[in-house]
Structure formats: structure tokens, C-alpha cells
């Protein structure tokens, strides 16, 4: 990995957050045409609502349709599954914690009330809207995001247990994933523009708390990450591997971390993470699973992401973050990581996830402020991200292997 990839790979996110600091700076300086260019951040919010509920989709059913063979789909991807839940509602939990101890938004930036989850439904009413929808044209909205996924998965296993990758429907699953995540970067050229107005809007129409906001967010994410590496990353090399682990874990786990801070994707640091797992001495058919599945599924840096996101706009709103939430926000927190791809900026999925369960009514508002924060964090998330995926590799491990898999690799490499 060189200079000038890793270049290219920060290039439009430094474009980006420079177009949302120049934005902010004309919204300070001349609110008036902040207010008038806000038209240009509306067309960019619109063009990806359009573009969601394919996207989901496609990526999805695809992804499970085109799966190598069901039998992958025993211990080993029971296991990592459960793992990656797992470790993704601990982080959650972690977020909710401190966003309760340090709320990133004081004030609100508005008087608009907003609309509280479940607080007009009952539970029963609340797991059913979650999951699924009345009927077929209801998941075409982009508010039914959740019931979306339930029913791509559903629909990607049908196709599985029908031909897979090689049928009409596999291969056409391929080609409309393609299709749209070229679909998804078309558009995504435009966002420097967009975010340029979205934020001179913003500021204009609500001054210094904009920049307060965001920088209380930052001061608590970045650190939580790196604190996460050597506190959570050893107790799970602990748990799985047992004695030695620990120091094996941190003498393979520094080159995954930096490609992941070079390309910001999990699924561009697979090929080294493969590497970095035969090292150590895991099975190659635990790695061969786990490492694929983690660049989509093991959101742990995300899973942080996502309940600062929803912390943060309920600060913007004005709502109260209360703890009889804390079990909607880690389900949400959870399955909307494994909802998001292994490219940077995550397609924007979670965002959308976010909106249609917490903030329906303000969407157009939430999105961008939500995106911006994705924007931010998302070097750092995709560190613990695809570090992350190799870490539990030795959980897998441990239950596949047994509990001295790790002991009987040491000897082997001797």
C-alpha cells in the first residue's frame, strides 16, 4: 500500500469534509445565500431515496443468493454470526453509556418535536412494524428499511435453495448490485455540492451549535476507539484463545489495522487479514468464512457510529435519550451494521435505517446530519471494523476447534 493509494482512497472524503467546512463558512458569513443554495442539498437527499430501497435490495439478496454452497451455513456460520452480534451489542451498549454520561448536543438546534419511537404502539405492534410491512408495496418505501432486510434475506436464501449464483435469478441479483452501487457512486459525485449547501443552510439557520455539536461527537468517538483496541480486542483473543493469545493477537493484528486506515474498507483489507489469520495458525475454513462475512457483517466500529447518531439528532431535536430505549437502540444499532456494505461511507444504509425508526417525520433534516457524522467517523470505525474480523476468528475458533486450538498452533508452528 503506497502513498498515492492511500491518496486515492482519502481523496473524496477530504473533498467532502472540505465542501461541508466551506459551507459552514459561507452559511456564518452570508446566511442569506446559505438559505437560498439549500435547494442543492435537497436534490442530492431526494436522488438517494430514490436509489435506497433498490440498492438494499440487491445488495443483500444478492450477497446470500450467491453464497458458495448451504453448507457453509453450519457451526461456523452459526458461530461467527452470534459472534458478530454479540460484539456488536457490546459496543452499543459501551456508546449508550457514554452518550448518556457525555451528550454530544446540549442545546437544540430547533423547536420542532419529534417523534418518539413506540410511543403511540404497543410492543407487539412495535416488533411487527419493525420487521415487516402490510404488504408488498409498503417495503418500496424508503420509511420500511428494516422489514426491507428481512425480506432480502429471505428472498437471497430462496434464491440460494433454488440454483444459487448460477440461476437466472442469482446472476440477475449479481448484475443489480453492480448496477446499483455504479447507480450509488454516479450520484455520490455530486455530494461535495450538495454538502457544500446542505451545510451553508444549516449554519445560517442555526449558528455555532453546529460546530459544538459536531466536535463534542468527535471528542468522545475517537478515543473510545483506540481505548475499544486494547481493552476489548484482548479480553476476546483472551476468551478464545486462552494463555499466549493476547500477545499473538497484537503482533498480527497492527498490518489489518493500517490497510483498513489506508483503503477506509473492510473488504480491501480481506486478502491481508487471510494472511495475518494463517500466520497465527487458524483453520482456514473458519478464516475463509468468518474474514468474508466480518467485511459486511462485524460492525462493531459502526455499531459505536450508529448510537452516536441517534444520540446526537435526538440532541438536535430536542428529545429526551432515555434508557427504556436502550434495548430499541442496540437492535437497531446492531442490524443496521449488518445492513451496511464493506465500502466506504457504507452506502448510507444505516442512515436510512436510522430515519425510518427514529426520526420519520424528519428525514430530510436528519439525513444529512446523520451522514456527516458517517463522514467523520468512518476511518476510525472501519479500523475496529476489520481489525475486529480477525480477533474473532479466534472466538470461532474456539468453538469449532475447541479450547486449545491455539495451543496445538503454537506447537504446530514450532
Not at 446542505?198 to 449554519?203: K, M, N, P, S
Not at 462485524?298 to 446526537?312: E, N, P, Q, T
Request: net charge neutral; hydrophobic share 55%; charged share 10%.
Amino acid at each position: 500500500m503506497d502513498k498515492k493509494s492511500v491518496a486515492k482512497n482519502y481523496r473524496f472524503l477530504a473533498i467532502l469534509l472540505s465542501c461541508m467546512v466551506a459551507g459552514a463558512i459561507v452559511g456564518w458569513v452570508a446566511p442569506e445565500t446559505g438559505h437560498k443554495i439549500a435547494f442543492l442539498g435537497t436534490m442530492f437527499i431526494n436522488m438517494m431515496f430514490c436509489v435506497v430501497v433498490p440498492m438494499v435490495f440487491a445488495s443483500i439478496a444478492g450477497s446470500i443468493a450467491n453464497m458458495e454452497s448451504r453448507q457453509k451455513a453450519g457451526k461456523i456460520m452459526t458461530t461467527t454470526v452470534a459472534t458478530f452480534v454479540v460484539t456488536g451489542a457490546i459496543a452499543a451498549l459501551i456508546m449508550f453509556v457514554l452518550m448518556k454520561l457525555i451528550p454530544p448536543v446540549l442545546e437544540p438546534w430547533h423547536d420542532m418535536a419529534g417523534e418518539a419511537i413506540g410511543e403511540y404502539a404497543s410492543m407487539t405492534d412495535m416488533v411487527v412494524n419493525f420487521f415487516t410491512a402490510s404488504d408488498f408495496v409498503g417495503l418500496l418505501s424508503r420509511r420500511a428499511m428494516l422489514p426491507l432486510i428481512v425480506f432480502s434475506v429471505l428472498f437471497g436464501f430462496s434464491v440460494q435453495l433454488t440454483g444459487g449464483k448460477e440461476s437466472i435469478m442469482g446472476k440477475f441479483l449479481a448484475g443489480l448490485t453492480d448496477t446499483m452501487m455504479k447507480f450509488v457512486n454516479i450520484i455520490t459525485y455530486y455530494a461535495p455540492i450538495a454538502f457544500f449547501a446542505i451545510f451553508a443552510d444549516l449554519v445560517a439557520t442555526y449558528g455555532a451549535t453546529v460546530a459544538t455539536g459536531y466536535g463534542r461527537a468527535m471528542i468522545v468517538y475517537y478515543p473510545l476507539c483506540f481505548i475499544y483496541i486494547f481493552t476489548a480486542f484482548p479480553l476476546f483473543a483472551w476468551f478464545g484463545g486462552g494463555k499466549g493469545a493476547i500477545k499473538t493477537m497484537f503482533s498480527h493484528i497492527a498490518r489489518p489495522a493500517i490497510v483498513s486506515l489506508g483503503t477506509c474498507s473492510s473488504v480491501a483489507t480481506i486478502p491481508t487479514n487471510i494472511a495475518e489469520a494463517d500466520a497465527t495458525g487458524i483453520d482456514k475454513d473458519i478464516s475463509g468464512m468468518v474474514l468474508p462475512l466480518g467485511a459486511t457483517m462485524h460492525m462493531d466500529g459502526s455499531c459505536f457510529s450508529c448510537v452516536l447518531k441517534i444520540a446526537f439528532v435526538f440532541g438536535v431535536f430536542g428529545q429526551k435519550f432515555t434508557w427504556g430505549m436502550l434495548p430499541m437502540v442496540i437492535l437497531v444499532a446492531v442490524l443496521s451494521s449488518v445492513g451496511m456494505s464493506g465500502v466506504p461511507g457504507g452506502g448510507y444504509i444505516g442512515e436510512y435505517i436510522i430515519c425510518s425508526i427514529f426520526f420519520p417525520t424528519q428525514m430530510e433534516l436528519a439525513f444529512p446530519i446523520l451522514v456527516a457524522i458517517g463522514n467523520l467517523v468512518d476511518p476510525p470505525a472501519t479500523m475496529i471494523n476489520s481489525a475486529g474480523d480477525y480477533v474473532v476468528c479466534y472466538i470461532v475458533s474456539r468453538y469449532v476447534d475447541g479450547k486449545d486450538w491455539f495451543q496445538r498452533a503454537i506447537k504446530a508452528a514450532k
